[in-house]
């Protein structure tokens, strides 16, 4: 069973970047596929960002193109999600999410483990 564990989340001023980290155990990371998601309160979870399992292909909603950036270190089971130019309508429960194909996917139910979330909220 894979374990999830994001963090780096915070309260930013709009413009104001953060880092967020996802730490995984109990799996086979550098196999995986991962993918990043939010949910702002009274919305759906939507898809934010994904990336292949060696980081060479990376795909992104139109929404944070050119903001955002997916990362991952497979020697440290991490992968990250840089956010910059952040705006409050990027505040949400951030959560990372891992697929037992070396693919990345922008589809909620092709990811199996999911972690708690990490909480991002951005003022005006």
């Known amino acids: 069973q894979v374990q999830l564990v994001e963090s780096g989340g915070g309260l930013v001023q709009a413009g104001g970047s953060l880092r967020l980290s996802c730490a995984t155990s109990g799996g086979i990371f550098s196999s995986y596929g991962m993918g990043w998601f939010r949910q702002a309160p009274g919305k759906e979870r939507e898809f934010v960002a994904s990336i292949d399992w060696n980081g060479r292909s990376t795909y992104y909603a139109d929404f944070v193109k050119g903001r955002f950036t997916i990362s991952r270190d497979n020697a440290k089971n991490t992968v990250y999600l840089q956010m910059n130019s952040l705006k409050p309508e990027d505040t949400a429960l951030y959560y990372c999410?891992?697929?037992?194909?070396?693919?990345?996917?922008?589809?909620?139910?092709?990811?199996?483990?999911w972690g708690q979330g990490t909480q991002v909220t951005v003022s005006s």
């Open positions: 999410a891992s697929r037992e194909r070396p693919s990345g996917s922008s589809r909620i139910y092709d990811y199996g483990s």
